[in-house]
């Protein structure tokens, strides 16, 4: 059993920045690959970002790509979601995943190839 809990989400203005965290529960988080989703109302649950078990390998959606950064501290037990020059269209009930059986070299969109789920922290970004 994964337990997983997102912290850092919050109001902010278009442009701002924002950091999110994801702790992992468990020894072997450095097995994981992990994922950040995000779900906006009305709207079903997009990808946005993956990163390798080592950290050293990482996948963006187009939407994202720039401006968005998904890290990890294996150490910590934690990966992170730099989110910068945000916009409104970014806001949306943000979620961290782990997919315990990770295939080398394959980076993950999918959100049923993810085991767990976070409960999701709110993002808001006013105009």
């Known amino acids: 059993q994964v337990q997983l809990v997102e912290s850092g989400g919050g109001l902010v203005q278009a442009g701002g920045s924002l950091r999110l965290s994801c702790a992992a529960s468990?020894?072997?988080?450095?097995?994981?690959?992990m994922g950040w989703f995000r779900q906006a109302p009305g709207k079903e649950r997009e990808f946005v970002a993956t990163?390798?078990?080592?950290?050293?390998?990482?996948y963006y959606t187009n939407s994202v790509k720039g401006r968005f950064t998904i890290s990890r501290d294996n150490a910590k037990n934690t990966v992170y979601l730099q989110m910068n020059s945000l916009k409104p269209k970014d806001t949306a009930v943000y979620y961290c995943?782990?997919?315990?059986?990770?295939?080398?070299?394959?980076?993950?969109?999918?959100?049923?190839?993810?085991?767990?789920w976070g409960q999701g922290t709110q993002v808001t970004v006013s105009s």
């Open positions: 990163i390798s078990r080592s950290g050293h390998n990482t």
């Open positions: 468990g020894r072997t988080f450095s097995s994981y690959a």
């Open positions: 995943a782990a997919d315990t059986h990770p295939s080398l070299g394959v980076m993950i969109t999918t959100a049923r190839d993810y085991d767990y």
